[in-house]
């Protein structure tokens, strides 16, 4: 028995087009900077406001919600006319591919889409 193309490349297209957002964040004595956030997606990378709490993105098209909570390390957004999806930082993180200002730790997060479970 042969399954169609369409069963079998699935779970390949739905893992593919999951959306993830990349913020660059600089932190001295004092307190920490969000800075240029990225939103990346199967239809390319934008930029966000990657600062904690909500936001409307102007930059992204259909995106009309997303949420940040830094403490909780989780987030949400809706695209229009879809359900509420999710992302995490997992507390993931890598140095930046910039150069660091002096006094300053830098860091990129990712946080990946996942299941809702809030």
């Known amino acids: ?9 699935a779970p390949l297209v739905s893992f593919a087009a999951a959306d993830k957002l990349v913020v660059n ?21 934008y930029f966000v406001d990657g ?7 102007p930059y992204v098209p259909g995106l009309n919600d997303l949420c940040l909570d830094w403490a909780l390390g989780r987030g949400h957004f809706y ?4 359900r509420k999806r ?6 993931r993180y890598d140095q930046p ?9 830098c860091f990129r997060w990712t946080w990946d889409e996942v299941a809702c479970t809030w």
């Open 97 to 105: 591919d910039y150069v660091c200002p002096p006094n300053t730790n």
């Open 79 to 82: 695209f229009d006319n879809q």
């Open 51 to 57: 600062k904690d709490g909500c936001h409307d993105p």
């Open 1 to 9: 028995m042969r399954l169609p193309t369409l069963v079998v490349l």
């Open 25 to 45: 964040v600089e932190c001295n004595t004092i307190r920490c900077s969000y800075l240029d956030g990225r939103w990346h997606s199967a239809f390319g990378k």
């Open 86 to 91: 999710c992302l995490s930082h997992h507390g």
